[in-house]
């Protein structure tokens, strides 16, 4: 394929959203292809990921990493096959999921591949959900930060979710009881029928605290949380002695300017003995291929599902982010560009 | 001396205090003392401690021990003399540190003694703070959860105080820059001249995070807070990323019923990969008496500074715990009764 002589649809960042970006901060153009340099090489991306993380990609100030420039690709992971190159360790045929951005192809270089996939043995698809940093996240932060003993009590919040679906059935592996918070009663459903959670609660039903004594009257080892907000505030309140909480993200608090307010946490941490530990996967970096190999082996044997919610065209990205915000998904949003 | 015929004079809790006990909580009796049991020995306290966490045990609700109960001997630490024994490993004339209350004499039994003192090197007062919970506290939390490495910026919050003060000395020991947050002028410059702090702060000043920021230009790696609230919101915006927060206590926050609001901090942990941990003595008994010669060695050989204010007279008990909320203490706070 020649892939200079393409055409390159792109989604750029156009306006700086406060809070959850929407469809108006964004454009659409395109744009040719240059030439490559040495040690670069042209990705066609098959997958484009959307993921809640790109909120703050987006979003002026303090972060993991610095905001997505106005008028540039907005930043975001997928996974696609090498269609040129003038790399060595990174020939024409081969795949590889990283930092790709909304767009059809992308120049790339070492730097921008987190995992590379030399020989897929699962639908591509996999290697930018379940495979990639979801499943990731749900791997390092359950062991890393959770330490999950057989026995345990696990609580995660959107238990149905791309990376809450993964957690939940790896404390299972691990032998522990698994809690799942959704709002949806079809999602509440899926942890049950088909992510293995022992009990799934409705978290905006009146009653929460009382539903959760209800299935775990010892309280809670393990919350991963990857929502905050009031939701976190009840459920540190229902934590055991010696707990350990996950903060993987904050999707339930709208904007963090101006800074919201809460319940003081302090004292249920203390008395508690909590480990609170923020998580942001792109600090593990070098066990990601290790992991996701693991990770791939569950599938292979069956002890590992996932759902994908693939979505076609890439104009659609933007709207599939709300979605995602809004709860509007089934499984990994993914665009087929 | 026959302990039996000696009056033992104690200080009660009355009232269930919503927040600070105050002084009309207390009431003074003086009863007789009846035979001991076999298994049982009576102790002559020399000092009784004053601790802010004789809040958590007087006030109702959730804690990490029962509340006290109304019309008994207010809860405390000491340290004693055994007079009389009916437990041949408590014989007369050892001392022992622990649950003996806010009285002259307790009649204790193994499960009351937190370390026993059977040759003192020290003077014995010091058996009650900087060998006491105070410095277990602070040696035990510091390194358990604050995991200091050499080249650390580490932040004290009451850094003069009975555990803060050899927080910033241990941090000091294990190759740190150090960092005291007082609000009394005295008391910071006691943080610089006798306890080694390389920066005293005073947090009541405009200024506070522009202070820690010219202090600490890359942030703080590990947090030793004893007070929460709002400095405790600000500090943790000061973290640098991967950094570990010992919650140690909460004494700024006057009350927790009804529940106080702050800053929502899941954000700042998750962003800054923070480990925060809750921290209460209590849970590491095994170890009380290793690590209380440790401390003892490094007072005697001249690495660890400690400071008591010792009040003459039980009647003075319920004030000085006053005081030691408002900050009117020089050091720990003992009562000779």
Redo the contacts between chains.
Sequence with gaps: MPAQSSRNRRILLVNRPVGIPQPSDFAFDETGLVPLEDGQFLVRNCFLSVDPAQR?WANEG???SNPVPLGSVMRALAVGEIVESRHAEYPVGHHVYGWLGWQDYAIASPKHVLTRIAAPRLPLSAYAGVLGINGLTAHLALHGIGRPKAGDTVLVSTAAGAVGSVVGQLARAAGCTTIGLSSDPAKLAMCRDRFGYDHAINYREPGLEEAISRVAPDGIDVFF?NV??EQ?DKMLRKMR?GGRVV????AS?PS?TP??????????????????????VF?HMAVFEETMHALGAMIEDGSLVYDEDVREGIACAPQALVDVFAGRNRGKVLISP
């Design positions: 703050g303090a972060n993991y949380d905050g907000g976190l002695v903060q993987c993200g904050t608090v963090w800074p919201p307010t809460g319940l003081r946490n302090e004292r249920e941490l203390l008395m508690r003995r909590l480990t609170w530990g923020g998580f942001v600090d």
